[in-house]
């Protein structure tokens, strides 16, 4: 063993010890860390006169909810219980229960589950953010994707929020070039659902 | 043995790099992953200098023993 290589055995040692302040120690600043600045994204006061209307559902038991729509969409009841599907120019969405196993967290069954099924299920799937939030209280985890099928290609807002018993996933699309102006009305939706078992 | 070492070296730095920029990472191991990734690629790129520097000095030896 040479000079050489006992220096650089040094320096690789010196290296990880480095990059151990950098991950976990006092230098975690200098790494570049994905920021979420969750509630303020979605709370933002757009301003919008779309008028809501209340829905509360009381469907299945211990997960009954309220939640505001604007009263221009085409709401109606859907196929499971506790579950609406909306129809509105340039776009569509649905509310609807989510069962989540005990085993696990939401977060967890929506990575590990519900994205992966996502990839598959819809073409030219591409994330464009995932950020953790606070609805009235409730953990959410808002998925932003696009779908590029080319007829048109379309955006899809997706908000989990947890519940003691069920999750809700509250899922709104519109065409990518449309998605913008809805957006807002989007956030209004998303903002105002509420758990209403307490 | 030194081919070796440089193809397990190589081998973590490919790791490393696949962990870096390809792994589709959950946002919750972000912190975990840039250690692991940036581990495997010190690790290797430290491997792979060493069985560089270290063939030099076997080869210096051995032409000092044929000079000999």
Redesign the interface.
């Known amino acids: 063993?040479?000079r050489?290589?006992i220096v650089?055995?040094i320096?690789?040692v010196l290296?990880?010890v480095l990059?151990?302040l950098i991950?976990?120690g006092p230098f975690t600043r200098l790494?570049n860390?994905?920021s979420?600045n969750t509630a303020s994204l979605i709370r933002k006061t757009i301003p919008n006169n779309d008028s809501l209307a209340d829905y509360l559902n009381k469907d299945v038991k211990e997960n009954y909810y309220k939640v505001m729509l604007p009263v221009k969409w085409a709401i109606k009841a859907g196929d499971k219980p506790g579950s609406y599907t909306m129809e509105f120019p340039h776009g569509y969405g649905s509310i609807a229960l989510m069962d989540v196993p005990d085993n696990t967290t939401l977060?967890l069954y929506i990575?590990s589950q519900e994205e992966p099924r996502l990839k598959k299920a819809v073409p030219g799937y591409q994330r464009l953010n995932?950020r953790k939030a606070k609805v009235n209280g409730n953990d959410a985890y808002i998925l932003l994707f696009e779908e590029k099928s080319g007829n048109p290609d379309s955006r899809t807002m997706a908000a989990y929020i947890s519940g003691a018993d069920n999750a809700v996933v509250i899922r709104l699309t519109a065409d990518t070039t449309d998605f913008k102006s809805l957006e807002p009305s989007f956030n209004r939706v998303m903002n105002s659902f509420n758990w209403r078992n307490q | 043995m030194r081919q070796i070492m440089l193809f397990i070296s190589m081998a973590v730095i490919g790791g490393g790099l696949y962990l870096k920029f390809f792994y589709d990472v959950p946002d919750s191991q972000t912190q975990i992953n840039f250690f692991v990734s940036w581990f495997f690629i010190i690790l290797g790129v430290g491997g792979v200098l060493v069985d560089i520097f270290w063939e030099k000095s076997v080869d210096h030896e051995n032409r000092d023993k044929d000079e000999l």
């Open positions: 063993m040479n050489n290589v650089i055995l320096g690789t290296s990880i990059l151990s991950a976990f790494r860390q994905k979420f977060e990575l995932y």
